[in-house]
């Protein structure tokens, strides 16, 4: 795949896509995991397949749209059911976990009504369900570059207030921070890089990459920051490992990244065993 | 010379509809003091601690911290707090000693601020304080309930506040350590000036640690230092708690 990468400007656009996301995703979804909201991913995903699905719907009966990237809807969906879910989070208090079902389900209720009002869609969107390492291109490389840096960024500047709004949110909001600030901004860069991660392991499976690498780091490492550095490196591992077994073996990529992640995740449970004795 | 008035309450009641939880509760704590403030379930002391914290609004009297009425007080970072409910948290957070420490100082830095060598510095010594320091790089879930309760703590004194309140600190922890963690407290009383108002229906062990005890049960039956109180009969505090009662004092 090396000397493919070389010569097809795709293999090299779905390679730093997939580095990118390696690297943003399970960041994100350390904070994800343990918050206890594993599945706010699943329910974004499925908003974003809504979005990707109008857009496409929108492009094919009016010809309006054409050559716009699908991305964009998808990303505008994907933040507006990131503002849904808070909102209902705060309408359903004591049964917070509530909000996920009702995004998910509203979510893939619209994406079928727009695929049936389209009469289908070419292969198109398969793609957007399974990944694909051929449809990455430029503009969207450029696209996840961008978010990568705002993820990056605003967890650097943010940390401290996130790690303590996820270990003690009462105590963070007692002691004065923004709350309510915080998990916005939070919230909205999930919505994103579910978005940008689509491309790659499709929608289907975006959230695995949120969540599995942080499953194996979390039995293994002391301390947070460690946490972090670990769902980063199993996170690149499984990506990087992935796409070139996908290439290779002729795998849909997105299937490929999220069995290796399992196999890592299960090989880390049983070392930790093995481990303890 | 008397010294500051930390803390003072002054004829505060309270009620909850038509149900009166606090009469005419009066009181004061003087800087350096260790109070404890002791009373049955049920008798008032959480909201008594709400209205300090100044989460509730009492209907009637008046609460000031350090000589500033409670609703213009904004010093909070001299008060720290640790909640009843501190060592209810996820066990399997991983998240190190250390880590939990440091996040104490999360709202003092403000925003897009980190920790420099001092404040790391400060972190470590209120480690040190609690006497969690070989296990600092530990993830706090592997730990005892008095361990973690100590890391609380610490938590609490890391943004060096003058006034440590705690609520029921030593739920959770196991009856063979109760007696090192009110001496770590001691410790923190005596060497680092701390002062403490510490909340518990545990009346036995505590007295021999607190300089000043407070008996709450809607109102204040008594407020004094903590001898004259080992010297109260047990009808009297029969009479406070509403049933028989007889105080065990731990012999170490």
């Known amino acids: 795949m090396v000397e493919a990468m070389f010569q097809y400007e795709f293999l090299r656009n779905a390679f730093l896509a997939g580095v990118l996301i390696g690297l943003v995703a399970p960041l994100l979804?350390?904070?994800?995991?343990?918050?206890?909201?594993?599945?706010?991913?699943?329910?974004?995903?499925?908003?974003?397949?809504?979005?990707?699905?109008?857009?496409?719907?929108?492009?094919?009966?009016?010809?309006?749209?054409?050559?716009?990237?699908?991305?964009?809807?998808?990303?505008?969906?994907?933040?507006?059911g990131s503002l849904f879910i808070e909102k209902l989070?705060?309408?359903?208090?004591?049964?917070?976990?509530?909000?996920?079902?009702?995004?998910?389900?509203?979510g893939i209720g619209l994406s079928v009504i727009f695929i049936s009002l389209a009469n289908g869609f070419n292969t198109d969107l398969f793609s957007y369900l399974f990944g694909s390492v051929s449809a990455v291109s430029r503009q969207d490389v450029w696209i996840i570059f961008g978010i990568a840096c705002a993820v990056i960024m605003a967890i650097g500047l943010l940390y401290k207030e996130l790690f303590l709004l996820s270990f003690d949110e009462e105590y963070a909001v007692a002691s004065g921070i923004r709350a309510k600030t915080i998990h916005f901004v939070f919230i909205v860069l999930v919505a994103l890089v579910i978005a940008a991660s689509m491309r790659i392991v499709g929608i289907l499976l975006v959230s695995s990459l949120m969540t599995l690498p942080v499953a194996a780091s979390i039995r293994i490492a002391k301390?947070?920051?460690?946490?972090?550095?670990?769902?980063?490196?199993?996170?690149?591992?499984?990506?990087?490992?992935?796409?070139?077994?996908?290439?290779?073996?002729?795998?849909?990529?997105?299937?490929?990244?999220?069995?290796?992640?399992?196999?890592?995740?299960?090989?880390?449970?049983?070392?930790?065993?093995?481990?303890r004795g | 010379m008397k010294t500051e008035e930390v803390l003072k309450v002054e004829h505060v009641s309270f009620r909850y509809e038509k149900e009166n939880v606090l009469e005419d509760v009066t009181f004061s704590v003087r800087k350096g003091a260790f109070l404890g403030l002791v009373g049955p379930n049920g008798s008032g002391k959480s909201t008594l601690l709400k209205c300090i914290l100044g989460l509730l609004k009492p209907q009637q009297?008046?609460?000031?911290?350090?000589?500033?009425?409670?609703?213009?007080?904004?010093?909070?970072?001299?008060?720290?707090?640790?909640?009843?409910?501190?060592?209810s948290f996820n066990t399997g957070f991983?998240?190190?000693?250390?880590?939990?420490?440091?996040?104490?100082?999360?709202?003092?830095?403000?925003?897009?601020?980190?920790?420099?060598?001092?404040?790391?510095?400060?972190?470590?010594?209120?480690?040190?304080?609690?006497?969690?320091?070989k296990f600092h790089k530990q993830n706090i879930g592997e730990l005892s309930g008095g361990q973690q309760q100590r890391v609380f703590i610490a938590r609490a004194i890391v943004s060096k506040p003058e006034l440590l309140i705690l609520d029921e600190p030593t739920v959770g922890v196991d009856v063979h350590h109760v007696q090192s963690f009110y001496?770590?407290?001691?410790?923190?009383?005596?060497?680092?000036?701390?002062?403490?108002?510490?909340?518990?229906h545990d009346v036995g062990t505590i007295t021999e640690k607190v300089t000043h005890v407070a008996c709450l049960n809607k109102h204040l039956y008594f407020h004094g230092k903590a001898d004259e109180f080992a010297q109260l009969q047990d009808h009297d505090l029969s009479k406070f708690y509403g049933h028989h009662l007889h105080v065990l004092s731990h012999q170490h």
């Open chain 1, 29 to 80: 979804g350390v904070f994800i995991v343990v918050r206890r909201l594993s599945l706010i991913a699943d329910a974004l995903s499925h908003v974003t397949l809504a979005g990707i699905a109008a857009s496409l719907l929108i492009e094919k009966k009016f010809g309006t749209f054409v050559g716009w990237n699908p991305l964009y809807m998808g990303m505008g969906f994907s933040v507006a």
């Open chain 1, 89 to 106: 989070r705060s309408v359903y208090k004591y049964y917070q976990e509530l909000a996920i079902p009702i995004i998910l389900s509203g």
């Open chain 1, 223 to 275: 301390g947070f920051k460690q946490a972090i550095v670990y769902s980063v490196l199993l996170g690149e591992l499984a990506v990087i490992a992935g796409l070139f077994m996908s290439y290779e073996l002729d795998l849909a990529p997105g299937g490929t990244i999220v069995m290796l992640s399992v196999l890592i995740l299960l090989i880390t449970i049983l070392w930790k065993k093995w481990r």
């Open chain 2, 61 to 87: 009297g008046n609460i000031s911290l350090f000589g500033t009425p409670i609703s213009e007080f904004k010093e909070w970072h001299r008060v720290g707090f640790v909640s009843q409910k501190a060592n």
């Open chain 2, 94 to 133: 991983p998240a190190t000693v250390y880590e939990v420490v440091a996040s104490g100082l999360t709202a003092k830095l403000g925003l897009f601020r980190f920790l420099t060598a001092r404040e790391k510095q400060a972190v470590m010594e209120a480690i040190e304080a609690v006497g969690m320091a």
């Open chain 2, 183 to 200: 001496n770590m407290l001691d410790e923190l009383n005596r060497r680092l000036g701390i002062t403490l108002l510490l909340v518990t």
